[in-house]
Each structure stands twice: as C-alpha cells, then as structure tokens.
C-alpha cells in the first residue's frame, strides 16, 4: 500500500491524468479467476446506480456562494496561454491546472473559467463540502468558493496529509520506528482538533484509490486489524478484519475479510459502505458486488447474493468466481474445471443474476465483456454473441451498434423512451453523480455539466467557459424512480452531449450516434 503522504502528488497526477484524457480502464474476464481472492478488476465498463442509496446527513453548516460574474475567464488548451486544463466541476468549482515551466501549478476556477484561487500551489483536491484544499509546501490552505482562505494548516513534525473540510487525516512521527521513516496516522475535525489517537498504520480517505475500498474512511490499527471511521471518528466498521475492499467507485458493498483463527483460513462476507453488515465473515470466497449482486463460496459452490442481504440462490454453481459484468457470471458444469481449467471436458456456460442459465455448458471457455467470447469445444476459433439478458429487453438502446447492458431495463414513459441516469451516462463516457439530499443527478464532461432533479419538469445545462450562466431547459418527461433506479429520457441526455438520437417505433430500439 501507498503511504498516505504521497497523496499531493499523486492526487496532482490524477487531476492532470483527468484534463489530459490519459486515464484509461479496461475490463476483461476468464473462467480461470481465483476462487476466493476477491478480484480488483471489473468486467464491465460502467458500475450501475447501487438499488440501495446510502443517506448521509450533511455536515457543512453553509453553502458557499460562487464568484459568479467575476473576473477574466481563462481558455485552456490554446498554445497562447500556460492553462494546461480543468478537473471536473464540484459545487460550481474545478481545479485549475496552469503549466509553469514544465512544472503543473494547480488553483481552481468556476464553471466559466473565472480564476477562483490563482493555479499557484503542487496539488489541489475537488470541493468537498464546501471548501477545496490545496498544498503550500509542508502547509495545507483551505478555501471557499469565493476563493477565500478560511484555514491554514501548518505541518512541522506534525503533517495534515489529506482534508475534506469536515475532516482531515493528520500523522506524526512513529517514535518506535523513527530508523524507517514510518508514521502514525490519526482523524482530525474542521477545526484541525484531534479525533482519534495516533494509532493507525493507514488511514485512507473514502475517495482515494488504494486500497480500493471507495466509500468509506478506512484504517488499519498498529497491531493490524482493518476497520472504517465515520467522519466523526466514530467507528463505522469494527477493527477486526484482515482487509476491506470495494474496487467500485459507484458500489456500495464492501468485501470484508477475516481470519479464523482455528483453521488459519481466511473467511469473507459483506458490508454496505453505510456500515451494516449483510453478510458475516463466515464463507470461504466473496467477490466484489457488481450490478447490484455478489456471489459468495461454500464447500467449493458459490451462491448469488443481492444487495438487502438476500440469497437469490442456494450454494448451486461451480465456476470462477466472477462477478456479474454484464449481467452475467460464468459457471462450470462440474468441479473439475479447478484443479484442471484446460482440460476439454470442463464444459462452461453463464448465468444471470436470478440464477438462470442463459448460456448452456457447452463452451470450452465463456469470457464475458461488450460482446461474449463463446470459445469452441473443437478448439478451432470463437464465435461472438450479443448478450442474451439484454436482447431480451422489451426496449433496446444501442451506441454506435453496441447493445447497451443495464441491469434495469428502459421503458416507454409518455411515449419517450426511459433509462437509467447512471447506466446511460456512464456508457456514453461521462462522469455522473447522484446527490441523494437534492435529489438530483450530475451529469458532466468537458464541455458541460448536466443537473437534473427528481419529479422536476426542467432540468439546468451549463456550457463550460462560455460566459454564459447555466440555464433552465425543459424536459419531456421528469426524471422519476422506476424499478428502484432514477430514470431519465435518453434523448435528452444523448442529445445535450452532442449525440444523435433514432427512435425505431417498430423494433423498439433507441440508436445512439456519437461522433
């Protein structure tokens, strides 16, 4: 694991990595994955709106107010002037990254390109709760969305690693291993005031990567047990796990991992990152929740799972382990596929998440990704095929002929063709966040940042860096929630992105045309 006192660099490296388009994922799958390692690595290329939306209470007392109509708007990505590019907008507010001799000086500006905080510092974070956080030398400066500073943090022996305006991890010196370097960590307040002690290894933000444990501040204890915080320093997840992970940014399920101290082995279950538990430590294999469903292992057979802590299935299939990409999760015909996964004989197919066998063994391999890689008993070649869950869609919705997956399917509200927000946001590359006190879903790219609110007939568009305030645009139908997910009329999300849109009313399918 990454010491946590890298992250203004590395968080500066994924702001420029984010302007410059040089960020990259790929996705890919095999019926040879590990049994009860949970796997890191996702086989679909969008994560869905989790079915269960974890309600937080907000902690900032009062919203900042943006410096709307102030000041010159600085154009990126032109060779005249040194503005290398923006991050994506947070309360109004993007990190502003300028290139100063070769270096990358980061400050922020608003939606309009208006400089908020000049781009002078080695590393500046998203808005958090109101504030952005930046890096004066060993110093941390906290600013408004006026571009005020309302906080300073000196770091001497003392260093404020990370800070999120309602919380910061702070870490010292480790006086019994002062020859290594090493440091403990411990949460602070607002206000730079102590929450815990110092007596953690690791403390990681619920935002950042390592140890892919997305939603939840995690930290693992000097005697080595793993567990979570709240932001209050108060105990999400007790510490007495060997590990947590959730390799999904937008998942809500947090593997947990255990060591049975009878046996030796290591033993896996279930949280949800608002810290319930669904499932305790008590099985021999997890895999990470995808499309709302995760599959545990028993005595060498895996069952699905849902995300309310049921099990859809008994302990009924072999196979690898995978999890749901697409839909989909491969499965064995027989156990003998672990100790020889090469041999002929092993026959494999895939299963939905209810259970169903929509792919019958008679496969050498199945590798499931955009399209599904059926490899032939013979040996001699493959063959592709469209997923079968979503061909059996009343309504289909393809971009640039690809048949789109979504674990909820789109229907006909009002004669316009319904979808969900994050599935289809996510599929046409943008960024999206769903906002569960506003009720409201961001959609963004580069270009311009969607806000459009449950139940509300007109939906705000804001064109990046065109001097122009967002403005108000109407809807043909609201988003509303159907089937547990907030869905939106895919013509105009499409089309607001600069995507062309046809309806075939005879084949029910939606054809999406990006350039």
């Known amino acids: ?15 420029i990595c984010l302007v410059l388009n040089a960020c990259t994922d790929s996705s890919s799958g095999s019926p040879s994955e590990s049994l009860a390692e949970p796997s890191d690595e996702t086989l679909v290329e969008a994560q869905t709106e989790p079915l269960v939306e974890v309600q937080t209470e907000s902690l900032v007392e009062a919203q900042t107010e943006s410096s709307e109509g102030e000041g010159e708007i600085v154009s990126p990505y032109t060779p005249e002037n040194p503005y290398i590019g923006y991050g994506k907008s947070v309360d109004g507010v993007r990190v502003l990254v300028k290139n100063d001799g070769g270096k990358s000086r980061l400050g922020y500006a608003d939606e309009e390109g208006r400089v908020i905080v000049e781009p002078e510092y080695t590393s500046a974070v998203d808005f958090v709760n109101g504030v952005g956080v930046v890096k004066s030398g060993e110093d941390t400066l906290v600013f408004n ?9 000196e770091g001497d022996k003392l260093s404020i690693d990370y800070f999120a305006g309602t919380y910061g991890i702070a870490s010292t010196p480790n006086k019994d291993s002062i020859a290594d370097g090493s440091r403990l960590y411990a949460l602070i307040d607002k206000k730079g005031n102590l929450l815990t002690e110092y007596k953690y290894d690791t403390i990681f ?8 444990c997305y939603g939840i501040i995690y930290a693992r ?34 593997v947990a991992t255990r060591l049975d101290k009878a046996s030796g082995k290591k033993l896996y279950g279930y949280y949800l990152t608002n810290g319930k538990k669904l499932f305790d430590a008590i099985y021999d294999g997890a895999v990470p929740f995808n499309n709302a469903h995760g599959v545990l292992q028993k005595n060498g057979k895996w069952a699905i799972v849902d995300v309310y802590g049921n099990f ?17 999760m ?5 156990s003998d596929f672990a100790d020889n996964p090469e041999d002929p004989k092993n026959l494999y197919g895939a299963v939905d998440t209810k ?17 599904i890689d059926l490899a032939r008993l013979d040996g001699r070649g493959s063959s ?3 997923n079968p869950v979503t061909q059996a869609y009343a309504v289909k919705v393809y971009v640039n002929d690809y048949l789109l997956y979504m674990d909820s399917e789109p229907v006909i509200k009002d004669d316009r063709a319904m979808v969900s927000v994050r599935a289809i946001a996510e599929h046409l590359g943008f960024d999206v966040e769903w906002l569960p006190e506003e009720k409201t879903a961001v959609i963004q790219d580069t270009k311009r940042i969607l806000r459009i609110k449950l139940d509300e007939q007109n939906a705000s568009v804001n064109i990046f860096d065109d001097g122009i305030p967002a403005e108000s645009v109407p809807l043909d139908v609201p988003a509303q929630i159907i089937n547990g997910r907030t869905m939106v009329p895919v013509r105009f999300i499409a089309e607001n992105f600069g995507a062309n849109v046809d309806w075939d009313g005879e084949a029910r399918t939606v054809k999406i045309t990006t350039e």
């Open 221 to 254: 204890r000097t005697d080595g047990k793993v567990g979570a915080f709240n932001p209050d320093g108060s105990v999400l997840i007790p510490f007495e796990y060997e590990d947590l992970q959730n390799p999904y940014p937008k998942g809500n399920v947090i």
């Open 1 to 15: 694991m990454s010491n946590i006192k890298a992250s203004s660099v590395l968080f500066a490296m994924l702001f």
């Open 205 to 212: 933000p619920s935002d950042y990567s390592p140890p892919y």
């Open 312 to 328: 859809v299935t008994g302990f009924d299939y072999y196979g690898s382990g995978g999890s749901f990409g697409q839909g989909l």
């Open 145 to 153: 969305a006026k571009g005020e500073q309302t906080m300073r943090l």
């Open 330 to 334: 491969v499965v064995a015909e027989n």
């Open 355 to 371: 259970g169903n066998l929509v792919i019958p063994y008679d496969h050498y391999s199945v590798k499931i990704g955009g399209m």
């Open 384 to 386: 592709f095929v469209e």
